[in-house]
C-alpha cells in the first residue's frame, strides 16, 4: 500500500513537471496578460504614464451611445454570419455526403479559404468588391443591376453585407468539414433500417441524420460564434471598421482606442467586456461539451 | 462551390493580365494577352518580397518548434499519467483557445515595449506560440493514447530506463503524431501572421507576408495583377502542404470534436 502511494505521488510529481513548461508559458503570456487588462481598465493609461481613475473608463463606455451601438452591430454581424455558415455548411456537408461522382476531389476544393492566411485572402476579396475593376461590380453592371461603378465597401450597409459574405466565406468550410464528419459517424444500420422500412430520402435525413448529429450542430454553432466574435482581420483588412464606423465590431473598437490611439485604459475597459462575453459564451460551450461526453458514456 | 472558389480562380486570371485591361470599367471578361509577366513584375514593384517570404517561413517555422519543444512533454504527460486537476486543465486548454488575441494585446504591447522587444522576430513568435500550444496538446495526446502502455510496461519489466523507453518506444510510434502536429502548428503560424505582426512590428525586414503585401494596398495605384500574383505566391506553400496532408489534418482535428 505504502509502496503503491508513494509511486502515485512520484507520478503526479512527473506529469507536473512535464506539464510545468507550457504551463508556466501560458500563464505568463495568457492569463497574465488577461489579469493585468483587467487592471489597466481602471487607470487612465497611454503612453506617457497612467492613474488610477476608479470605473471613469466603464461609465463613459456605457453612457456613450456609440459604444451601445457597436454592441448591437456586433451581435447582428454575429446573428448573421454564423446563421449562413451553418445553414451553407449543413447544405455542403449533405451534398458532399451524398453518392455522386468526384465527390472526394470536391472534399478537398471546399477546404482552401480554411487553410489559406486570412489576411491574403482578404486581398482577393478587396478587388473582388472594387467598385470600377472588380467582377463583382462588373457582373452588375453588365447585367443592368447596377447602373454605373459600385464601391461595395463604401457605402454604410453594402459594407456591412460585403464584411459578412468575406466572413462566411472564410467560415463556411470548416463548419463543412466537421458537419461532414459527423454524419459519416452515423452508424450505416439505422440508414438500412430505415430503408426497408420505406421511409424516404426527406424522412431519413430530418429523422436520422439531423437528431444524431444535433450534438455536433449545437458545438459547431457556439464554436463558430465564438470566432465570428473574435473575427479582426477580415474587417480590418477590407473597411479598418468604415465607412463611419458601419462596420466597426467590439474587437475592432478595442483594437482602435486601444493600438489606433494608444488609449490603453480605455481600450482595456472594452478588452474587459469582450472578455466577460466571451467567458460566457466558453462556459457555455464547456458546460455543453461535459453534458454530451456524459450522455455519451451513460450509452 | 462557386462560392469557395470564385476569389481563387479571379486572383489568379487577375495575375494573368495586363494591368491596363483591368483598369477598364465595366469589368471586361476576356482578355486576350495573357501572362505570367505580373510573376515577374511584381519583384520590382514589391522589392522586399523575397524577405516577405523568409520571414514568413522563418517565423513559422520557429513557432513551430518551439510549441512542439512545449507540447511533447505536456501532450505525454496528459496521455499517460493520472493526477488532479488534469480534466479541468484541459478544459483550461480549450477555453484559451476561445480567446482572441486582440483582448491580450494591451498588456503584451506594453511589456514588449518596455523590454525594447517591439519590432523584432521575437514579438511576433512569443504570443504565436501561446496560441499555438492548446491545440497541439490535445491533438498530440490523443496520438499519444494510441500508442498502447502495455509495450511501455513491458519494456520497463525488461529493465529499459524512461530515456530509453522514450527514444525507442516512444519516439519511433509517435513520429506520424509529432509530423500532423508539426504541420498544425506551421500551418496555424503561418495563417496567423497578421494581427501580431501589424501590432508589434513597423520594420519591413521583418515583417511576414501578409502585412508586407497589406502595406501596399494604401498606396494610391494599387497594382492589382502583380498584387494577386505575389498573394498567390504567398497563399501556395500552405496549400500544397494541406493538398498533401489533408486526410491527416482533418481526421486529426475532427476526432476531438465528433467522437467527443
Not at chain 1, 457582373?139 to 443591376?145: E, F, K, Q, S
Not at chain 2, 489568379?12 to 491596363?20: K, M
Not at chain 2, 476576356?30 to 522589392?47: C, G, H, I, K, Q
Not at chain 2, 509529432?178 to 505582426?197: D, H, K, P
Amino acid at each position: 500500500m505504502n509502496q503503491k502511494l508513494k509511486s502515485y505521488t512520484a507520478q503526479t510529481y512527473i506529469a507536473y513537471a512535464l506539464i510545468a513548461p507550457a504551463a508556466i508559458y501560458i500563464i505568463l503570456i495568457v492569463a497574465w496578460p488577461l489579469l493585468e487588462t483587467i487592471r489597466l481598465s481602471f487607470t487612465n493609461s497611454s503612453l506617457a504614464g497612467e492613474d488610477y481613475v476608479g470605473f471613469e473608463n466603464y461609465q463613459k463606455m456605457f453612457s456613450s451611445k456609440k459604444f451601445n451601438g457597436i454592441v448591437t452591430r456586433t451581435f447582428v454581424w454575429m446573428f448573421f454570419s454564423v446563421s449562413l455558415k451553418l445553414i451553407i455548411g449543413l447544405i455542403g456537408a449533405v451534398l458532399l455526403n451524398a453518392n455522386l461522382k468526384g465527390r472526394s476531389i470536391f472534399r478537398v476544393l471546399v477546404m482552401p479559404p480554411w487553410v489559406v492566411p486570412i489576411a491574403i485572402g482578404m486581398l482577393g476579396w478587396l478587388w473582388l468588391y472594387n467598385g470600377y475593376f472588380g467582377i463583382i461590380a462588373g457582373v452588375g453592371m453588365r447585367t443592368g443591376i447596377l447602373d454605373g461603378p459600385f464601391g461595395f465597401l463604401a457605402y454604410k450597409q453594402s459594407a456591412f453585407i460585403s464584411t459578412i459574405i468575406a466572413d462566411v466565406w472564410v467560415g463556411t468550410p470548416m463548419v463543412t468539414v466537421f458537419f461532414l464528419a459527423a454524419m459519416q459517424g452515423v452508424p450505416r444500420d439505422l440508414y438500412e433500417a430505415a430503408y426497408c422500412d420505406g421511409a424516404s430520402r426527406w424522412d431519413r435525413f430530418f429523422k436520422i441524420t439531423l437528431p444524431q448529429i444535433t450534438p455536433v450542430i449545437i458545438t459547431m454553432s457556439l464554436l463558430s460564434a465564438i470566432w465570428t466574435f473574435n473575427s479582426f482581420e477580415i474587417i480590418w483588412i477590407l473597411t479598418e471598421g468604415g465607412p463611419r464606423g458601419s462596420t466597426t465590431t467590439l474587437i475592432i473598437d478595442t483594437y482602435k482606442q486601444a493600438l489606433g490611439n494608444y488609449k490603453f485604459g480605455r481600450g482595456a475597459a472594452r478588452a474587459v467586456v469582450v472578455m466577460i462575453l466571451l467567458m460566457l459564451f466558453a462556459g457555455f460551450y464547456l458546460a455543453l461539451l461535459a453534458r454530451i461526453n456524459k450522455k455519451i458514456s451513460h450509452e | 462551390m462557386i462560392f469557395i472558389l470564385l476569389p481563387f480562380v479571379e486572383m489568379f486570371y487577375a495575375s494573368l493580365r495586363p494591368l491596363d485591361h483591368l483598369f477598364r470599367s465595366p469589368y471586361q471578361f476576356y482578355s486576350d494577352d495573357l501572362s505570367f509577366w505580373a510573376y515577374r513584375e511584381m519583384w520590382n514593384t514589391v522589392p522586399m518580397l523575397p524577405r516577405y517570404i523568409f520571414n514568413s517561413f522563418f517565423l513559422a517555422s520557429v513557432t513551430s518548434i518551439i510549441t512542439l519543444l512545449f507540447v511533447i512533454p505536456a501532450a505525454y504527460s496528459y496521455a499517460r499519467f493520472k493526477f488532479p486537476f488534469k480534466n479541468s486543465s484541459l478544459y483550461i486548454l480549450l477555453a484559451i483557445n476561445m480567446f482572441s488575441g486582440a483582448v491580450l494585446l494591451i498588456p503584451l504591447y506594453k511589456v514588449l515595449r518596455t523590454f525594447g522587444l517591439l519590432n523584432t522576430y521575437q514579438a511576433m513568435i512569443v504570443p504565436g506560440v501561446a496560441f499555438l500550444i492548446p491545440t497541439a496538446i490535445w491533438l498530440l495526446k490523443s496520438y499519444f493514447e494510441k500508442i498502447p502502455i502495455d509495450l511501455e510496461e513491458a519494456a520497463f519489466v525488461d529493465g529499459a530506463s524512461r530515456v530509453q523507453i522514450l527514444r525507442h518506444i516512444i519516439a519511433p510510434l509517435s513520429t506520424p503524431g509529432l509530423v500532423v502536429v508539426g504541420i498544425y502548428a506551421f500551418i496555424g503560424s503561418y495563417a496567423q501572421q497578421f494581427l501580431f505582426a501589424i501590432t508589434f512590428n513597423q520594420k519591413k525586414e521583418y515583417m511576414p507576408i501578409p502585412s508586407g503585401l497589406y502595406e501596399f494596398i494604401g498606396y494610391t495605384t494599387v497594382k492589382w495583377n502583380e498584387m494577386m500574383a505575389a498573394s498567390l505566391v504567398g497563399i501556395a506553400p500552405v496549400l500544397i502542404i494541406f493538398l498533401f496532408l489533408q486526410k491527416y489534418i482533418v481526421a486529426g482535428l475532427t476526432s476531438g470534436a465528433v467522437k467527443n
